[in-house]
């Protein structure tokens, strides 16, 4: 609500305040709960920001369950991986191919139940793809991380 109050109609942090408001608004839609679904947007040169992302990352491989990274657009090396902290021996890598796009990668990870987090690298996705992701990582007590490069 601090973006109602200190609205300005201008952007704010790449996101339309006004369409913000929109949504905060209409009482009559009914909430999906998308609290299992971390969306991460990178600006810029992304393969320079996902650096910096991957201390944080890292913490997401000492699980007991794995550690899905769906359709990265490049792979970094495995010393690389190590230094920032990840433990590698709980990490998937699933590329799409002919059978398999990135969406269906993302869906079956998060609802196997093997995997507590799945990163994916999406472009802009629309609210049914939103929801599915959101249900099949309900279904696997999963978290789904989305990231995207503008």
């Given at each position: 609500?601090?973006?109602?109050?200190?609205?300005?109609?201008?952007?704010?942090?790449?996101?339309?305040?006004?369409?913000?408001?929109?949504?905060?608004?209409?009482?009559?839609?009914?909430?999906?709960?998308?609290?299992?679904?971390?969306?991460?947007?990178?600006?810029?040169?992304?393969?320079?920001?996902?650096?910096?992302?991957?201390?944080?990352?890292?913490?997401?491989?000492?699980?007991?369950?794995?550690?899905?990274?769906?359709?990265?657009?490049?792979?970094?090396?495995?010393?690389?991986?190590?230094?920032?902290g990840f433990d590698l021996n709980?990490?998937?890598?699933?590329?799409?191919?002919?059978?398999?796009?990135?969406?269906?990668?993302?869906?079956?990870?998060?609802?196997?139940?093997?995997?507590?987090?799945?990163?994916?690298?999406?472009?802009?996705?629309?609210?049914?793809?939103?929801?599915h992701l959101a249900q099949a990582?309900?279904?696997?007590?999963?978290?789904?991380?989305?990231?995207?490069?503008?």
């Amino acid at each position: 609500m601090w973006q109602q109050e200190q609205y300005t109609g201008t952007n704010i942090e790449g996101i339309l305040a006004e369409h913000q408001l929109d949504l905060w608004a209409k009482e009559d839609i009914p909430s999906q709960d998308l609290s299992q679904i971390t969306e991460i947007i990178l600006r810029g040169e992304a393969w320079n920001n996902v650096q910096l992302l991957l201390p944080l990352l890292a913490q997401l491989s000492h699980d007991q369950r794995w550690l899905a990274w769906v359709a990265p657009p490049k792979l970094l090396p495995k010393e690389q991986l190590k230094a920032a902290g990840f433990d590698l021996n709980k990490i998937i890598l699933l590329q799409p191919d002919a059978q398999h796009d990135t969406m269906s990668l993302a869906q079956q990870a998060l609802k196997s139940g093997t995997c507590h987090a799945v990163i994916s690298w999406f472009g802009a996705l629309d609210e049914d793809q939103l929801s599915h992701l959101a249900q099949a990582a309900e279904q696997g007590n999963s978290q789904a991380f989305l990231i995207r490069h503008q």
